[in-house]
């Protein structure tokens, strides 16, 4: 167990693992397994956190050319669906290199648009990496020049895969083993909401009547980075778009900036105001409905609605010629449900983007964005 904690909201809660990095452990072990004979109690890891984990080997098991090992996920106070599952790696030698793969209950994509292609098993990019450096770990210790081809498999996967958005992104047949750090920091509706109601009201303290308001970190990095709002000292909402503008409202901001990815803001356009996986989604049914009223015909809706990514849904929109119109339609939904939710005394505009797609950059914005922006460089 990891007795590492975080505040929120003046309570403890504890920090837990990801996939990633039980699988890493799992693959680690497993490989020293194969080619000692021996079996670790605990498998140690740097997560790229910086945290060192010591995690227990569970489930040791070797036969004719392979061994298995399993690592218990601990979500710790993160409600997570995966918590408290077994993530197993198997290895097996090979002539050369590090094959990673996976087996039971972990899902292979289906759609563009993902961290992996087409095909390949849902093992994102940071886990695969971490799987990489714990088999390469073990090899050296070993003094081992050959091939190790890993399998990662999580027993009952698929049926929990049924809980998330995976058969909607088009990830079938399990789960997908991610994380970037390495390490689950737990979330807290309450707590977060008032993280945010403290930092609007440290930056109402100082005088600013204006706030920057950004969904996440690509939002904030655009806002400080492309378009030069540094200054403005963006603040991080999180999913709560609706309770970040109630609180900056009441904490007497009479200018609102909203700058976010389309991934998030595409969900405005349909009233969202909380824009977690878990409250819903809706985004390619919103680009469909943008579609159709830009002109897209019957073909073209149903091929948007089968996008895993709203990146994947704007090819298609540019590739019909249909993008700024589209972009039209949502602009105007997002700005008619910004105007709803904010008190008439506060202006509040938008500035909407994307990193990738076909065309990176601002997508649309609302008409008084660049006076706002304007009025934060001063």
């Known amino acids: 167990m990891l007795r590492s904690y975080i505040m929120k909201n003046g309570k403890p809660l504890r920090c837990g693992y990801t996939t990633g990095a039980c699988a890493a452990a799992a693959a680690g072990a497993a490989t020293q397994m194969l080619l000692t004979g021996t079996i670790p109690a605990t498998w140690a890891l740097d997560t790229p956190k910086g945290v060192r984990l010591a995690l227990d080997i569970l ?10 090992c399993a690592v218990q996920k601990d979500s710790g106070d993160d409600p997570d669906v995966t918590n408290g599952v077994l993530v197993y790696a198997t290895a097996k030698k090979t002539d050369v290199g590090i094959v990673i793969d996976g087996g039971e209950g972990v899902g292979h994509v289906t759609k563009p648009g993902l961290d992996q292609p087409v095909g390949a098993a849902a093992i994102n990019s940071m886990p695969r ?38 058969p909607r992104l088009g990830i079938e047949g399990g789960l997908s083993v991610i994380g970037t750090t390495g390490i689950v920091e737990p979330m807290s509706t309450e707590a977060v909401v008032e993280t945010i109601r403290l930092e609007l009201g440290v930056l109402a303290a100082s005088g600013t009547k204006g706030v ?113 119109a589209a972009m039209a339609a949502l602009r105007a939904r997002v700005q008619s449900a910004l105007k709803r939710r904010a008190p008439a005394c506060v202006r509040i505009g938008f500035v909407c983007f994307t990193n990738a797609g076909p065309r990176p950059g601002i997508l649309f914005r609302s008409d008084n964005a660049q006076e706002l922006m304007d009025s934060f460089a001063k």
Do not use: W
């Not at 878990?278 to 579609?291: F, K, P, Q, S, V």
């Open 212 to 324: 920057v308001l950004c969904p996440g970190a690509y939002g904030e990095s655009f806002a400080r980075e492309a378009l030069g709002l540094a200054a403005a000292k963006p603040v991080c909402v999180s999913n709560f778009i609706g309770e970040g503008i109630d609180l900056a409202a009441s904490a007497g901001f009479g200018r609102i900036l909203l700058v976010g990815h389309i991934g998030k803001l595409v969900k405005l356009g349909i009233g969202m105001m909380n824009t977690h996986s878990a409250c819903g989604d809706g985004r390619m049914e919103t680009l469909a409905a943008c579609a159709l009223e830009a002109g897209g015909e019957a073909p073209l809706l149903r091929q948007i609605l089968a996008c895993a990514t709203t990146d994947a849904a704007l090819d298609l929109l540019d590739g019909a010629g249909l993008l700024d």
């Open 129 to 166: 990496r971490m799987i990489r450096e714990q088999v390469e770990a073990a090899c050296a210790a070993c003094r081992y020049s050959g091939g190790v081809e890993i399998a990662i498999s999580i027993p009952g996967g698929e049926e929990l895969a049924r809980r998330t958005f995976n």
């Open 59 to 68: 489930e040791a098991r070797a036969g004719e050319g392979f061994a298995r």
